[in-house]
């Protein structure tokens, strides 16, 4: 597709549960973020992904929560034993990332609910 | 700690009227700063990527300045239209490519 494509774009889970959510970036982008966006509050930065050097993981708010990304390809955010205070929208977004910073484009996000 | 600041955090005016929305951050060394629109439930859609090097960039009815040395830049709508109702967001990138958003300005046109 031509846009950062991310699903679920709805999950409901129970306390406890893990949860995986997917981005697919644009292709060719190389480097690709995740955010956090709570009800009413703005966008917490969660984890970067460049190429392949490390992910900036400075972001994730506990052990719970880790991502992977193979290559400059899809990304999944792992959330385990979920807890009530996760619901919120995450949104993943990806760009060029060319010497220095380029545009970067958003997906439509995922919301979840920890029930 | 890099701070994002945007005022007014609401702002209502009527259609046809020009607005300037405010944003302003704590570290002047950026690479460049990003102006996005955020509708209700959706994701981010970028609007204008004004470089450090840059003072201005335009959008059809947008235009965006950045005065690095004061840490400031604005986001300029023309003509405004019930279209353009969401919350704006400025996003700097400081250096280590994570954009740090502002809280954002939830923008209401009036018929």
């Known amino acids: 597709g031509a846009g950062v494509s991310q699903s679920p774009s709805n999950k409901v889970t129970e306390k406890g549960k893990d949860v995986e959510l997917r981005c697919d970036p644009i292709?060719?982008?190389?480097?690709l973020y995740w955010y956090r966006q709570r009800l009413g509050q703005g966008l917490e930065f969660l984890i970067y992904f460049q190429g392949n050097s490390a992910p900036d993981k400075s972001g994730l708010p506990s052990d719970r929560f880790s991502a992977e990304r193979t290559g400059e390809s899809v990304s999944t955010l792992t959330i385990q034993r979920t807890q009530q205070e996760d619901s919120a929208v995450y949104l993943c977004a990806s760009s060029l990332a060319r010497q220095g910073y380029t545009e970067a484009f958003f997906g439509q996000g995922t919301r979840l609910t920890v029930v | 700690k890099q701070e994002v600041t945007q005022i007014p955090a609401a702002l209502s005016v009527p259609e046809g009227e020009n607005l300037v929305l405010n944003c302003s951050f704590t570290?002047?060394?950026?690479?460049?700063l990003q102006w996005f629109r955020q509708d209700p439930g959706k994701g981010l859609t970028s609007l204008l990527l004004?470089?450090?090097?840059?003072r201005e960039q335009t959008s059809g009815r947008l235009n965006a300045s950045l005065d690095k040395s004061s840490g400031r830049s604005t986001l300029y709508i023309a003509a405004s239209q019930p279209g353009d109702s969401a919350t704006y967001l400025c996003?700097?990138?400081?250096?280590?490519?994570?954009?740090?958003f502002g809280t954002g300005t939830r923008l209401t046109i009036i018929p």
């Open positions: 292709s060719g982008h190389t480097a």
């Open positions: 004004i470089q450090s090097s840059q």
């Open positions: 996003a700097p990138n400081f250096g280590n490519e994570k954009l740090t």
């Open positions: 570290d002047s060394a950026i690479y460049n």
